[in-house]
């Protein structure tokens, strides 16, 4: 897995996220679990997840219409805390 060099956390895993999670809190945390072997899995937030549901699942039109951050392994952590609602409804999510 490829790694990156976060000021904060010094060299970490490689993450992406949609940008609103950067910078939101609260917007809920949706990600990937069919990627089991990755620990930070690519997430995104509750706008996200409904311009997915839209366009039933990730495409070239969705990618398009979010962008996406890369974070560190770290932030990504932090950044799920901020905004883990606990009633997200996606499948994706346990
Ligand atoms: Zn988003
Ligand atoms: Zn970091």
Redesign the pocket.
């Known amino acids: 897995m490829a790694t990156i060099r976060?000021d904060?956390?010094g060299v970490?895993h490689e993450a992406f996220v949609c940008k609103h999670l950067v910078y939101g809190k609260y917007l809920g945390f949706f990600c990937d679990l069919d990627d089991r072997q990755n620990p930070y899995p690519d997430a995104w937030c509750n706008g996200c997840e409904l311009i997915r549901i839209e366009h039933n699942g990730w495409n070239d039109v969705t990618e398009e219409l979010i962008e996406i951050a890369l974070?560190?392994g770290?932030?990504y952590e932090e950044i799920k805390q901020k905004n883990l609602l606990g009633s997200e409804s996606s499948t994706a999510v346990q």
């Open positions: 976060c904060q956390h970490s974070v560190c770290g932030c």
